[in-house]
C-alpha cells in the first residue's frame, strides 16, 4: 500500500498549482483522502479532506475559497487545486488516506489521528 502525492514545485504568489494524489495496492476511491501540510519549524496540519461515503469536504479557514479538493474516480486519483497560492502556503504537502470516515460536528473530519496510510511529500513554494 503505497501513496504518492506529485504536483508540487516553485510558483509565484497569486499563481496556481494542482497537486495529485495517487496509490498502488488500493483503490482512492474507497478512501477518505486528505490533503496535509507541514511548514518548517510547524505541525502537520490538515488542510483539505474529502469523504469515502458522501463526498463531503473539509477545508481550513487558511484556505478556503482557494483551495478545491476532488476526485477522479476513472484515474483513481484525487486531486487539490491551489489558486491565489502565497507565500505562507511554503511547505511540503502530502496526501493520506482514511479506512473510516470521522465526522465532527457534521464535517469529515480532517485531523491526522483518522488517516491510516500516508505517502511521502511534495514541496511547494511561493516565492517571487
Known amino acids: 500500500v503505497q501513496l504518492q502525492a506529485s504536483g508540487g514545485g516553485l510558483v509565484q504568489p497569486g499563481g496556481s498549482l494542482r497537486l495529485s494524489c495517487t496509490a498502488s495496492g488500493f483503490t482512492l476511491d474507497l478512501y477518505g483522502i486528505g490533503w496535509f501540510r507541514q511548514a518548517p519549524g510547524k505541525e502537520r496540519e490538515g488542510i483539505s479532506c474529502i469523504s469515502s461515503s458522501d463526498r463531503s469536504t473539509y477545508y481550513a479557514d487558511s484556505v478556503k475559497g482557494r483551495f478545491t479538493i476532488s476526485r477522479d474516480n476513472a484515474n483513481d486519483t484525487v486531486y487539490l487545486q491551489m489558486n491565489s497560492l502565497k507565500p505562507e502556503d511554503t511547505a511540503v504537502y502530502y496526501c493520506?488516506?482514511?479506512?473510516?470516515?470521522?465526522?465532527?460536528?457534521?464535517?469529515?473530519?480532517?485531523?491526522?489521528?483518522?488517516?491510516?496510510?500516508w505517502g511521502q511529500g511534495t514541496q511547494v513554494t511561493v516565492s517571487s
Open positions: 493520506a488516506a482514511g479506512e473510516i470516515d470521522y465526522y465532527t460536528d457534521g464535517e469529515v473530519s480532517c485531523h491526522i489521528v483518522g488517516y491510516d496510510y
